[in-house]
């Protein structure tokens, strides 16, 4: 029977080529993980329409969920869709299927992320409105609205203007005028939220009362009178109704939304950012983050379902760590693990030949590996096993002793198969005898 072995080096060949297709396995999947559309993206509340609508239009706009730094210099517009009512602490996960229907953030985002993305170039921030039951279930309902008291904060946080008002109109659907390029067109939203700030001008709204849907604001305000404009400019939408999934269908709004938002870029392109962090690669980095980061949040790792996670990597460790020592023992060094094989190797090779009588060959075996040991405690382990070269630099260093021991080890290899075991003994012993005249 032949045991047919592949070379190392086809082996490693296979090792690499399995490697690069693993890692470009995972490299596809993490493409397809951040690049795909979000569930929340392609709801009722996101904004996967406008983006398939925008492009229609000739208004070039792509979406980003983040992980990766992109270049703003191509882009026109931000618009930044909000999707947390609280930017300055975390939002708590629902404990229970009614609490995530009631739920209002669907994922945490900090105002300085906001702030730093104003910063780099002209954003359109659009508010919440609905909590995630109108997600999960593609149901409106005025029990699924958001508390108006967290959105009122909201306006104030984002025009700095603490005396920032919001509002709901109470009527099923209320209508709004907007002049586009083309003509006066109108815009319809079922219970419409709508805004007041000095800080802001309207785009669309109510400029009479002060109430508006969408306006244009200043992060730092603007000057009385002269309205010279201090901080960074950016849109602010109350209603985020106007251009999502569902709103788009309403009256004009889709016309409404080529027109504010192709005009509002100003030629360049459009980015539907859905990211948590600023990931514009600019030398602005924006504020420090308003979170403090503290135990509670790494004890979250080891909280369920994580907990068992690590029960079970540790059992597995556990469990390893156990089976190697009670199938190889206590680990050894790499000249230990190499004696110890050769050791065995011959105690076995002794073991048969005992069993099958044959103790001359056993007692010829023995020679040999007396003068390799002798050999390797001489000139060192790499002279032990070249049976010429040793004998020569035996004779040269030990012309006196080297005659004898040669003339024992060929009577010892003399010697028949069958001996018997104790004349195979008195050679062994004449053999030893030999052996202690040799010192290093």
């Not at 992109?70 to 026109?76: A, F, K, Q, S």
């Not at 403090?292 to 790494?298: F, L, M, N, Q, T």
């Not at 040999?368 to 070269?389: C, K, N």
Request: with cysteine; aromatic share 8%; charged share 25%.
């Amino acid at each position: 029977m032949t045991l047919l072995t592949k070379p190392a080096g086809g082996l490693r060949s296979d090792m690499i080529m399995l490697a690069l297709v693993l890692l470009a396995g995972l490299a596809l999947a993490a493409h397809v993980a951040l690049t795909r559309e979000t569930p929340l993206h392609k709801s009722p509340v996101g904004f996967a329409g406008l983006q398939v609508w925008l492009n229609a239009e000739g208004v070039r706009t792509h979406s980003f969920p983040g992980g990766w730094m992109i270049d703003p210099e191509p882009l026109g517009l931000n618009i930044l869709p909000l999707h947390d009512t609280q930017l300055t602490s975390h939002r708590r996960r629902p404990d229970d299927a009614e609490a995530l229907l009631l739920q209002q953030d669907e994922y945490d985002v900090s105002l300085s992320s906001v702030r730093a993305r104003i910063n780099v170039l002209p954003t359109l921030v659009i508010l919440p409105k609905w909590r995630s039951g109108v997600r999960l279930t593609g149901l409106a309902h005025p029990v699924l609205l958001d508390d108006e008291a967290a959105l009122e904060t909201l306006v104030s946080e984002l025009t700095r203007d603490p005396n920032a008002g919001f509002a709901r109109i109470r009527v099923p659907f209320a209508e709004f005028d907007y002049e586009a390029d083309t003509g006066p067109l109108t815009a319809e939203l079922y219970v419409p939220q709508v805004f007041a700030s000095e800080k802001c001008e309207p785009v669309i709204g109510f400029p009479e009362v002060g109430l508006m849907l969408l306006g244009r604001c200043w992060s730092q305000g603007k000057g009385k009178g002269t309205r010279k404009v201090k901080g960074k400019e950016f849109y602010l939408l109350s209603d985020p109704d106007l251009f999502s999934n569902h709103g788009l269908r309403l009256a004009d709004n889709a016309r409404i939304a080529a027109d504010f938002i192709g005009t509002a870029a100003n030629g360049g392109e459009v980015l539907i950012d859905s990211s948590r962090r600023n990931w514009f690669r600019s030398g602005d980095s924006g504020e420090e983050d308003d979170y403090e980061r503290s135990w509670a949040d790494v004890k979250r790792f080891f909280q369920p379902p994580f907990r068992a996670l690590w029960f079970g990597v540790a059992a597995l460790f556990a469990l390893t760590l156990w089976r190697a020592a009670r199938r190889y023992g206590p680990l050894t060094g790499t000249e230990a693990a190499a004696a110890s094989a050769r050791r065995e190797a011959i105690r076995a090779r002794a073991r048969l030949m005992r069993l099958t009588g044959q103790d001359g060959a056993l007692v010829a075996e023995y020679a040999l590996a007396r003068r390799a040991a002798l050999g390797a405690q001489l000139f060192g382990p790499a002279h032990g096993m070249d049976a010429r070269a040793l004998n020569r630099q035996i004779a040269a260093a030990f012309p006196d002793h080297a005659p004898a021991l040669d003339d024992a080890l060929a009577r010892l290899r003399a010697l028949p198969p069958g001996t018997r075991a104790a004349e195979a003994m008195t050679h062994v012993n004449a053999l030893e005898t030999i052996l202690e005249r040799f010192r290093p």
